[in-house]
T-cell receptor
Framework: DVKVTQSSRYLVKRTGEKVFLECVQD?????MFWYRQDPGLGLRLIYF???????EKGDIPEGYSVSREKKERFSLILESASTNQTSMYLC?????????????FGPGTRLLVL | AQTVTQSQPEMSVQEAETVTLSCTYD???????LFWYKQPPSRQMILVIR??????QNATENRFSVNFQKAAKSFSLKISDSQLGDTAMYFC????????????FGTGTRLTIIP
């Protein structure tokens, strides 16, 4: 089974802090994704990566950056956390082989910015 | 750009009954995939069922089935003999058949199964 893990389930940070969210997958997947999930808004894509050191902006990249130095690890960085970044953050991965392949999700990190 | 709409923010049904969750989408693509994901309370999001748009036959997975109406751009999920473990957020998602594997999600339906 595919396993996607995220470094923290819950995180509390102060406004202005730099925040790192880590995601690791163990299935040698090419693609990795970061979403934020908010009530009534569903999942919105922040960034995705289709290869090491490659990244593309999603629908809501403002205020975020990402890093993918190794294939299995994809980090989401909040350069200066703000209260409107309080949310649930979900990481996902997919094989990159196309077809009907789906995404596999991590358990999520619930971030509270005070 | 694609959009996915789930018009039922919340639903509830008695255990053992059948429930249908609706999803509509808008796209100019002709080849694509549609997915239903389930997110149980405080648990990981998992795939429930998927449909390939070029297949006319509706997908089924045990108690879960879909009603895919391509012309109407409708993709509803039917849960038969509902169980307490079906209580979850359900998300409908869309992906073009070709290109990268980005998903476009709906806003979700919170389903509660009542004992």
């Amino acid at each position: 089974d595919v396993k996607v893990t995220q470094s923290s389930r819950y995180l509390v940070k102060r406004t202005g802090e730099k925040v790192f969210l880590e995601c690791v997958q163990d299935m040698d997947h090419e693609n990795m994704f970061w979403y934020r999930q908010d009530p009534g808004l569903g999942l919105r894509l922040i960034y995705f990566s289709y290869d090491v050191k490659m990244k593309e902006k999603g629908d809501i990249p403002e205020g975020y950056s990402v890093s993918r130095e190794k294939k299995e690890r994809f980090s989401l960085i909040l350069e200066s956390a703000s209260t409107n970044q309080t949310s649930m953050y979900l990481c996902a991965s997919s094989s990159g082989s196309g077809g009907k392949e789906t995404q596999y999700f991590g358990p999520g990190t619930r971030l509270l910015v005070l | 750009a694609q959009t996915v709409t789930q018009s039922q923010p919340e639903m509830s049904v008695q255990e053992a009954e059948t429930v249908t969750l609706s999803c509509t989408y808008d796209t100019s693509e002709s080849n694509y995939y549609l997915f239903w994901y389930k997110q149980p309370p405080s648990r990981q999001m998992i795939l429930v069922i998927r449909q390939e748009a070029y297949k006319q036959q509706n997908a089924t997975e045990n108690r879960f089935s879909v009603n895919f109406q391509k012309a109407a751009k409708s993709f509803s999920l039917k849960i038969s003999d509902s169980q307490l473990g079906d209580t979850a957020m359900y998300f409908c998602a869309f992906r073009p058949r070709f290109g990268n594997e980005k998903l476009t999600f709906g806003t979700g339906t919170r389903l509660t199964i009542i004992p």
